[in-house]
C-alpha cells in the first residue's frame, strides 16, 4: 500500500477499514464458509456506498475516483480486504464497471448494468480462461459465431468469480473477427445474484447457459463453471465493437491483477504482523522465539518480501492508471513477484507458528487462502515472466 | 527538502540535463560493464578511464548538474531527490562517472555535509564536485569485516596532531584514488564502540601503502592500506573525538542508501555497471537458447527482479525521507539488492550453459558468465553483509532483541580477538 495517502484517500481507506472490521471480523468470515454466495447482498450494498464499486468510472457515468487516479484508490481498498480477507467480487465488478463505463454506455441495457453495480444492487463476473489446454494465461474458452443480426456464444469459461451470483457476466470470447465482449444476464428470464443469488448448480434463466459450482481455496469467495451451449446474444450486447476487443481484455487483465495483487499485499501484510507477534509472545527454552538469529533472519527476509511486494504493487497500480507503456510490464512483475514470494510469505508464516498455523481457529489460513487464490487467477507467476521476456525481447529488437 | 518558488522545475531540470547529456556525453556500447567486477581493462586503460569520469564530473560541474542535492554553497544545485531521480532517467544508457559515487558521493561527502567543520566542507565538497578529488572509505580492516566497529588502526594524540597507525582493506581503486575518511581507535580502555574516532587524510603521502589485491579472476581494483606514523591535523578530525560511532553510525546508513542516496547517480534500472538485467537476453541469443521456455522463463524473472528492486529503492527512499521508515529501513534494500544480485549472475550463468565452463573470447555475451558466477558472492559481502543487514532488519526495524555480545562494556583492549586475516 502506498506510503502516503492524500487526506481523500485516507478517508476511504480509514471508512473501508472501519466498515470492514465492524461488519466482516474474523469470525464472520469463517462464518461464510457455508454461505451460498459468500456474502451477504446488504454488506455489499452498504460497501458500494463506501465507494467500492464507483472508483475507475468516471463522473460521467456516475462513479468517481478519490485522487483522480482511481486504481491507486481502488487498490487502498483492496489492500483492506487482504487485510481482513473480506468477501466480495471486488475485483471482478470493478472489471467489468470500468470497460462498460469505457465502452461508454451505448446501449441503454449495458447503462442500467453500469448503474447496477456502482450502486451495488449488482455484481459482475468476467468470463475469461477456459478448461485445460486453455487454462493459459489470456486464452478464454468461449468462442463466437456471427448468426443473423446477432452472435452465438459456445464453449466454457472457468474459473469464473462469482458467476453463480453475478447478475452481469462479461464474456470475453475469441472469433473469426477478432476478440469480442459481449454482456450477458444468466437471469434474463428469472432473478439470481446480489439481490439473491444462490449459486446452486444448474440452468440459469438464459438459453443454452449453465452455471455450475467449483470448489475453492477461498472460504467466502465463489467460483464457478459457466457453459455456453449456443447463447444467442444481440449486437446490441456487444461491449465495443465486434472483433476489437483485445485492448479492453488487456486493460481488463491489467486492472484485476492490480486489484487483486493489492489484496494479496494485505493479506500478506496481516499474516507477517500476527506471525512477527507471535514471535514476540511465543517463549521457547525460556526466551521468545523473536530472539533466535536463525529465526531473526528469516523474518528480515520475510520483511524484504513484504515491502518490495507493496512497492511493486504500488507501481503497477500507477502505471496502469497513468496508462504508461511500462504498465503490462509492471503488472506482470507484480503478478509474478506478489504471486511467488506471497505464497512464500504465507507458509513460511505458517511453518514459523507451527501446527496452529494450520489449524481452523487460527487466523492464518484466511490470509493463505487469499494469497493462493490471487497467485493461481489471472496467469501464473511462470507464465508472466514468460510474457515479461517476450516484451523485453521486442523491446530489445526495436533499439 | 521542500521547494522554493525559484527552484527549477523537475521537467525544466530534465529538460535541460538531457539536451546537455546528448550533447556531451557518449552512449553506452551496449553491455560492455556487463558482469561481476570483470578484469577488463589493462591498468593503462582503467587510469583513462578513471580520467575521463573526472573529465565528466568536471563538465557536469560547469554544466550546473553536479552535486544536484548538495547546497549551493558547496558548488552544488540545492535540488531535490526529484531532480536527482530525472537526471538518472535521463542519463540512462549513457556514460558517467560511475566510479565517483560510490564511496566518494556517498558514504564519504554526505558524512563530510553532515558531520564536517565549514572549513572541510569548502575546502572538499566543490573539490569531490569538480571531480578533482576521488575519495575511499578506510573502514574495513583485515581483522574485522562485518564488525566494522572492532578496528584496531590506531590515532595517537600528538601536539595538534594525531599519528595513525594500522591497516585498512577493500578499497576499491585506491590506487587512482585521492582521500579517504578513516575510523580510527582513540581510547583502547573505552567499550568498543565508545574509543573511535573519524579522521580525513590523503592517500598518496608517505605513510600510506597501498597494495593491490588480486580476485580470483585476476581483477586488482580491490586495495589494501598499510598505515605507518601518518600524521593528521587536528583540524581533519571529523566530529569529537571518541564519538566516531555516532558519525560511524551514519556512515553505515549511507552506504547501505547507496542505490537510493540523493547524492549519488544511479541510471534508472542500474544493476550490472549501468546495464540491466535484460542482458540476460543477449546471454539467451548467444547461447542458442532464445527459445528455450525455461530460458525465456529466467529472462522474464531478471526484468521482474530489476522492475521490484526499482520500485523497492524508491518506497525505501520515500519512506526513509517521509519518517515513515526508521532510517534502518536503508537495510531492507540492502540485503534486497544482495540477493537479487546473485540470483540474476547464477541465471546468466545457467543460460550460458557449457560456455559457463569454457568460452572462445568471440562467443558474445555468453563470455565470462562462468567467472562472473565464481564471484557471485561479491554483491552480498560488499557495503556490508547480508547477514548483518538481517541483524539490523530484525533488530532495528522490527524491534527484535540484539545478538548477545561479548564486547558491550568493556574496555576495548581486554576484548578477546582472533587471529587477523583479510
Known amino acids: ?399 | 527538502m521542500t521547494p522554493s518558488p525559484d527552484q527549477e522545475s523537475v521537467e525544466d531540470f530534465r529538460a535541460r540535463a538531457r539536451a546537455w547529456i546528448r550533447a556531451n556525453l557518449a552512449p553506452l556500447v551496449t553491455n560492455e560493464k556487463t558482469g561481476v567486477m570483470r578484469a577488463r581493462l589493462t591498468d593503462a586503460e582503467e587510469l583513462a578511464e578513471v580520467a575521463r569520469e573526472r573529465e565528466i564530473q568536471r563538465m557536469l560541474f560547469d554544466a550546473g548538474l553536479a552535486g544536484i542535492c548538495f547546497p549551493r554553497v558547496y558548488g552544488g544545485q540545492g535540488l531535490t531527490p526529484a531532480h536527482q531521480r530525472a537526471f538518472n532517467e535521463e542519463i540512462t544508457g549513457y556514460e558517467y562517472p560511475a566510479r565517483i559515487q560510490a564511496p566518494t558521493f556517498s558514504p564519504c561527502a554526505a558524512v563530510l555535509l553532515e558531520f564536517g567543520t565549514d572549513e572541510q566542507k569548502l575546502r572538499h565538497l566543490p573539490a569531490i564536485l569538480r571531480g578533482d578529488e576521488i575519495w575511499m572509505q578506510f573502514l574495513s580492516e583485515p581483522s574485522s569485516g562485518s564488525d566494522v566497529a572492532g578496528v584496531l588502526t590506531s590515532a595517537v594524540r600528538d601536539g595538534d596532531d594525531w599519528i595513525l597507525n594500522g591497516s585498512k582493506i577493500w578499497t576499491t581503486g585506491a590506487w587512482w584514488s585521492d582521500w579517504a575518511l578513516c575510523l580510527a581507535r582513540t581510547n583502547w580502555d573505552a567499550p568498543k564502540h565508545r574509543g573511535l574516532t573519524v579522521f580525513i587524510l590523503p592517500i598518496r603521502q608517505d605513510g600510506v601503502d597501498v597494495q593491490r589485491i588480486e580476485m580470483l579472476n585476476g581483477n586488482k581494483e580491490f586495495c589494501q592500506e598499510f598505515l605507518t606514523d601518518v600524521r593528521v591535523p587536528d583540524s581533519d578530525r571529523v566530529g569529537e573525538v571518541d564519538d566516531g560511532w555516532t558519525v560511524g553510525t551514519r556512515w553505515m546508513f549511507h552506504e547501505r542508501m547507496l542505490h537510493n542516496s540523493p547524492f549519488v547517480t544511479v541510471p534508472a534500472g542500474w544493476s550490472y555497471g549501468g546495464v540491466d538485467a535484460t542482458f540476460l537476453v543477449d546471454v539467451a541469443r548467444d547461447a542458442g537458447r532464445l527459445d528455450d521456455p525455461r530460458t525465456r522463463e529466467l529472462i522474464g524473472e531478471g526484468r521482474v527482479i530489476d522492475l521490484v528492486r526499482e520500485a523497492l529503492q524508491g518506497r525505501i527512499g520515500r519512506g526513509i525521507a517521509s519518517r515513515r521508515m526508521p532510517d534502518q529501513s536503508a537495510a531492507i534494500g540492502r540485503l534486497f539488492a544482495g540477493l537479487s544480485s546473485t540470483r540474476v549472475t547464477s541465471m546468466a550463468f545457467e543460460i550460458a550453459g557449457s560456455a559457463g565452463a569454457a568460452w572462445a573470447s568471440d562467443d558474445g555475451s555468453v563470455a565470462e558468465c562462468g567467472n562472473d558466477f565464481l564471484l557471485r558472492q561479491t554483491t552480498c559481502i560488499g557495503g556490508g553483509t547480508t547477514e548483518i543487514a538481517r541483524n539490523v532488519i530484525s533488530e532495528r526495524v522490527l524491534g527484535m532483541p540484539r545478538e548477545v555480545a561479548m564486547d558491550r562494556d568493556r574496555a576495548f583492549r581486554d576484548v578477546p580477538r582472533g587471529g587477523s586475516g583479510r
Open chain 1, 1 to 399: 500500500m502506498l506510503l502516503e495517502l492524500s487526506p481523500d484517500q485516507e478517508v476511504l481507506r480509514e471508512a473501508t477499514a472501519r466498515f470492514l472490521a465492524d461488519r466482516v471480523p474474523a469470525d464472520v468470515v469463517r462464518g461464510l464458509r457455508t454461505n451460498a454466495a459468500g456474502f451477504e447482498p446488504g454488506y455489499w450494498r452498504d460497501g458500494a456506498e463506501l465507494g467500492w464499486t464507483s472508483l475507475l468510472v468516471g463522473e460521467e457515468h456516475g462513479g468517481g475516483s478519490v485522487s483522480g487516479t482511481g486504481l491507486v484508490d481502488l487498490t487502498l481498498v483492496a489492500h483492506e480486504f487482504g487485510l481482513r480477507s473480506a468477501p466480495g467480487p471486488l475485483t471482478s465488478t470493478n472489471v467489468v464497471a470500468a470497460t462498460l463505463a469505457e465502452a461508454g454506455g451505448a446501449h441503454p441495457a449495458q447503462a442500467s448494468a453500469l448503474g447496477e453495480l456502482l450502486a451495488g444492487t449488482a455484481v459482475a463476473s468476467w468470463c475469461l480462461g477456459g478448461p485445460p489446454p486453455l487454462d493459459r494465461l489470456g486464452s478464454t474458452g468461449v468462442s463466437y459465431r456471427v448468426e443473423g443480426d446477432g452472435l452465438v456464444l459456445r464453449g466454457v469459461a472457468r474459473p469464473v468469480e462469482a458467476a453463480g451470483q453475478a447478475d452481469h457476466l462479461l464474456v470475453t470470447a475469441h472469433g473469426e473477427l477478432g476478440l469480442t465482449q459481449v454482456l450477458v444476464s444468466p437471469g434474463a428470464t428469472g432473478g439470481t445474484g446480489a439481490t439473491g443469488g444462490t449459486g446452486d448448480p444448474g440452468h440459469a434463466g438464459l438459453a443454452g447457459l449453465a452455471i455450475e459450482p467449483l470448489r475453492t481455496v477461498e472460504l467466502n469467495r465463489r467460483f464457478a463453471t459457466v457453459r455456453f451451449d449456443d447463447v444467442h446474444v444481440g449486437l446490441d450486447q456487444v461491449v465495443g465493437a465486434v472483433g476489437e476487443a483485445a485492448d479492453q481484455v488487456e486493460r481488463q487483465l491489467q486492472r484485476a491483477i492490480v486489484i487483486s495483487g493489492a489484496e494479496a499485499v494485505g493479506a500478506m501484510q496481516a499474516a507477517f504482523e500476527l506471525t512477527v507477534r507471535w514471535a514476540f509472545e511465543r517463549y521457547s527454552y525460556g526466551r521468545p522465539l523473536a530472539s533466535y538469529q536463525a529465526l531473526k533472519h528469516r523474518f528480515a527476509d520475510l520483511k524484504t518480501w513484504l515491502e518490495a511486494a507493496h512497492a511493486i504493487s504500488d507501481a503497477a497500480a500507477a502505471a496502469v492508471d497513468a496508462r504508461s507503456p511500462e504498465a503490462a510490464e509492471l503488472v506482470s512483475a507484480a503478478k509474478s513477484y506478489i504471486g511467488d514470494n506471497g505464497t512464500e510469505l504465507l507458509q513460511e508464516c505458517v511453518q514459523l507458528h507451527g501446527g496452529i498455523g494450520v489449524t481452523y481457529e487460527h487466523d492464518l489460513h484466511l490470509f493463505l487462502r487469499r494469497g493462493t487464490v490471487n497467485r493461481a487467477m489471472y496467469g501464473t507467476p511462470a507464465e508472466h515472466r514468460q510474457r515479461v521476456a517476450g516484451l523485453i525481447e521486442h523491446r530489445k529488437e526495436q533499439e
